[in-house]
């Protein structure tokens, strides 16, 4: 099992920076071994992708909407996964998830929701025009 506790949400206005933090734990938990995602879902809205970080670091992807914005990263030695957020926009407003899959060892990096077995609580990002 794995648990996962986000961190680092707000209400900040259009233009200011965030990092959200994902804390993980578990009694067997070996980070390494799992792919990590962020996703957002906004008040009446499905829950989207917004990035995703190989268990390796080698490979990652964001949805169109972040890219150039947002950054993942992860520090396996701490079991911590961040969003670093710029240039935040009305539109970012949403419910923030980390996610957890245990790699496949493949090339392939999950991007949909339906794919992640855990998931933290969330967190709140409210940007204000």
């Known amino acids: 099992q794995v648990q996962l506790v986000e961190s680092g949400g707000g209400l900040v206005q259009a233009g200011d920076s965030l990092r959200l933090s994902c804390a993980a734990s578990?009694?067997?938990?070996?980070?390494?071994?799992?792919?990590m995602g962020w996703f957002r879902q906004a008040p009446g809205k499905e829950r989207e992708f917004v990035g995703v970080?190989?268990?390796?670091?080698?490979?990652?992807y964001y949805a169109d909407s972040v890219k150039g914005r947002f950054t993942v990263s992860r520090d396996n030695a701490k079991n911590m996964v961040y969003l670093q957020m710029n240039g935040l926009k009305p539109e970012d407003t949403a419910v923030y998830y980390c996610?957890?899959?245990?790699?496949?060892?493949?090339?392939?990096?999950?991007?949909?929701?339906?794919?992640?077995?855990?998931w933290g609580q969330g967190t709140q990002v409210t940007v204000s025009s």
């Open positions: 970080m190989s268990s390796s670091g080698s490979r990652m």
């Open positions: 996610a957890a899959e245990r790699t496949s060892y493949s090339t392939y990096v999950p991007r949909k929701s339906i794919e992640y077995e855990f």
């Open positions: 578990g009694r067997t938990l070996r980070i390494y071994e799992y792919d």
